[in-house]
C-alpha cells in the first residue's frame, strides 16, 4: 500500500467532514466556506484512498516477497507422465540472477540423481579376425561398461538387425555392420569387410539430457529465460526453451493434420519433441 497517498486521502476526507481548517500528516489545510468545496475533496480523498490501496509504492513493491514453484516432469510419449521432483522458493523482492543460481543448482541436482551428467566419453576398440569361423570378434570399452551390441546386414530389399551372435556370424558369407550401443551414449558403427582383418577404434560420447522448459504461470515473470540461461552452458543438457517447444508443437501438428489428408503421401514427418524432462512451475507475489 502506497503510504503517501494514503496519508494524504485520509486528511482530505477528515478535513472534508470537519469543514477544513485541518493540520496532519505535514498536510495542512485551509477552512472550506462552501459545501461544494467539502463535496470535492472529500471524492479526492476517496479517490486517493483506492489509489494508494491498490498500487503499492515502488518501494513496496521491490520489498513484496515472491514464491516460486518449479516442477520436474518424467515424459512419456510427448506428455507428463510424472513429477519427479518439486520445490518451492521464496524470495524476498524480484529474483535476481544470483538467486536464481540455487533454483539451477536444485534442478541440476534433481536432474543427476537420474541420469548421469558427469559421464566421460568411452572409447571403444574394435578387433574383426580375418576368419570369423575360427576367432570371434573382440570389443573392448575404457572405462568398462554394460553395452548392447547389434549386426545387421542388408539384402533381399530388407534389413536385419539383431544381437551379436558369435555362431550366427560365422556362417554369414557377407559384409555386415556392428552397432554399439551403451546406455546414456551415442550409438555408433562400424562396417565389417568379409575375410578381412580389422582393427578400429572409435568414441561414444554422452548424450545430452534433452529437457523443455515452459512459461511458468502466475504473475508476470522471466523465470523460463533465467532458467535457459543458467542450464544452456551445461554441455550435457540440450535445452528447449519455451518457444522452440510451441513452435516444435505446431509443427508436428501441421503435419499430422498433412498426413491425415493425404494418407497416401509418403514424406517422413517428426513424430515427438524428444524430450527426457519437462519443467514448468508458478510464480506469485506474496502481498
Known amino acids: 500500500m502506497n503510504t503517501t497517498l494514503l496519508s494524504a486521502g485520509i486528511v482530505c476526507v477528515i478535513a472534508a467532514i470537519v469543514g477544513g481548517g485541518l493540520k496532519a500528516f505535514n498536510i495542512e489545510i ?105 576367432e570371434n570378434i573382440d570389443i573392448r570399452m575404457t572405462p568398462p561398461g554394460p553395452s548392447q551390441i547389434y ?40 562396417r565389417v569387410i568379409w575375410n578381412q582383418p580389422q582393427d578400429t577404434t572409435l568414441t561414444l560420447q554422452p548424450k545430452p539430457v534433452a529437457i523443455g522448459i515452459e512459461e511458468f504461470s502466475g504473475d508476470s515473470n522471466d523465470v523460463a529465460s533465467q532458467l535457459v540461461a543458467y542450464l544452456m552452458p551445461n554441455s550435457r543438457i540440450m535445452i528447449k526453451d519455451p518457444k522452440s517447444l510451441d513452435d516444435l508443437r505446431k509443427e508436428i501438428a501441421e503435419q499430422k493434420d498433412f498426413l491425415a489428408k493425404h494418407q497416401s503421401s509418403q514424406v517422413s514427418i517428426r513424430t515427438s519433441l524428444g524430450l527426457d524432462l519437462l519443467i514448468d512451475g508458478t510464480y506469485k507475489l506474496q502481498h
Open 30 to 134: 485551509p477552512a472550506l466556506n462552501s459545501l461544494r468545496r467539502q463535496l470535492m475533496l472529500g471524492l479526492l480523498g476517496l479517490v486517493l484512498l483506492i489509489i494508494a490501496w491498490r498500487y503499492p509504492s515502488a518501494n513496496e513493491s521491490a520489498s513484496t516477497g515472491r514464491v516460486l514453484t518449479v516442477r520436474l516432469w518424467d515424459i512419456e510419449l510427448d506428455t507428463k507422465h510424472a513429477v519427479i521432483a518439486s520445490n518451492r522458493f521464496t524470495f524476498q523482492g524480484e529474483v535476481k540472477t544470483t538467486e536464481m543460481a540455487e533454483v539451477g543448482e536444485w534442478i541440476l541436482g534433481q536432474i543427476g540423481q537420474k541420469y548421469n551428467l558427469n559421464a566421460q566419453a568411452v572409447n571403444v576398440r574394435v578387433r574383426v579376425p580375418a576368419d570369423l569361423a575360427v
Open 151 to 190: 549386426f545387421w546386414t542388408t539384402g533381399g530389399g530388407g534389413k536385419s538387425r539383431i544381437p551379436l551372435d558369435p555362431e550366427a556370424v560365422k556362417t554369414l558369407g557377407s559384409n555386415f555392420d556392428l552397432e554399439i550401443h551403451r546406455s546414456g551414449y551415442e550409438a555408433k558403427s562400424v
